[in-house]
């Protein structure tokens, strides 16, 4: 019960203190958003530190799924302590190596629970592909400017994003298909989880290079959707057995 306890503790947390740093960061980041950004960061981990301890199952996917958690908490602090070039770099490398965390998560658990399994399946490239190309298409369209040597680092992190993405569905649909113990909750833990993750990152690049900086309900939907599907993939780890 301990566990529990702190786990819906470190939620209640997360469901105060976002809508209050949402509200303190605008219209300029400051020293108290960013220790109001950080509390909100540290829920998420020790939501995912109290799944592990729930469960019991100190596997290589929750080992893996933590070192996620910890890497965003990194990237929180790292794009929102210092508006310079070195620190968004920084911050985008410890996103770019949690969403790499991720990915190892799944393929592990995927190759653990069905063995015989290729690290990507024909089907799991072609989503890559369409989706990544469906974003080409729409910096394009929108005529998203990335600068200079930028545009290469945002393509390779946007590649990372699409295959956390599809390997979390991947992922969850096989779990739920073979029936697995607490399958349901899976499914929607990490398909929501991965999928608000996505939909928040991409936000976010419509705000930093679509032009969109100054518009206030963008920004609402990029950090709501980001900590609610921290919160749906630390969470997860209660009820994945792998």
Not at 79 to 85: E, I, S
Not at 205 to 234: C, D, E, S, W
């Amino acid at each position: 019960m301990l566990f529990y306890g702190i786990f819906f503790a470190a939620a209640i947390v997360e469901i105060v203190f976002v809508p209050w740093f949402i509200k303190v960061m605008w219209p300029a980041r400051s020293r108290k958003s960013l220790i109001l950004k950080m509390i909100c960061a540290t829920a998420f981990v020790v939501m995912g530190v109290a799944a592990v301890l729930i469960s019991g199952d100190w596997s290589r996917f929750a080992v893996l799924m933590l070192c996620g958690l910890v890497m965003s908490w990194f990237g929180d602090y790292f794009l929102h302590a210092k508006n310079c070039v070195a620190f968004f770099a920084a911050g985008l490398l410890c996103f770019m190596g949690g969403h790499i965390f991720y990915i190892c998560a799944y393929s592990s658990a995927i190759r653990k629970l069905f063995p015989g399994s290729a690290f990507f399946d024909k089907y799991e490239l072609v989503a890559i592909a369409v989706i990544f190309s469906i974003g080409v298409a729409y910096a394009i369209i929108k005529k998203m400017t990335f600068g200079g040597v930028l545009w290469a680092a945002v393509g390779v992190y946007a590649i990372v994003l699409t295959t956390m993405l599809v390997k979390a569905w991947t992922f969850a649909l096989r779990y739920f298909s073979a029936s697995l113990e607490n399958a349901p909750a899976v499914l929607v833990m990490l398909c929501l989880g991965s999928l608000l993750f996505f939909m928040s990152d991409c936000t976010l690049a419509i705000i930093l290079f679509g032009g969109k900086r100054g518009h206030y309900p963008i920004k609402i939907f990029n950090l709501v959707t980001y900590f609610l599907g921290q919160m749906f993939l630390a969470a997860s780890m209660i009820f994945v057995a792998a």
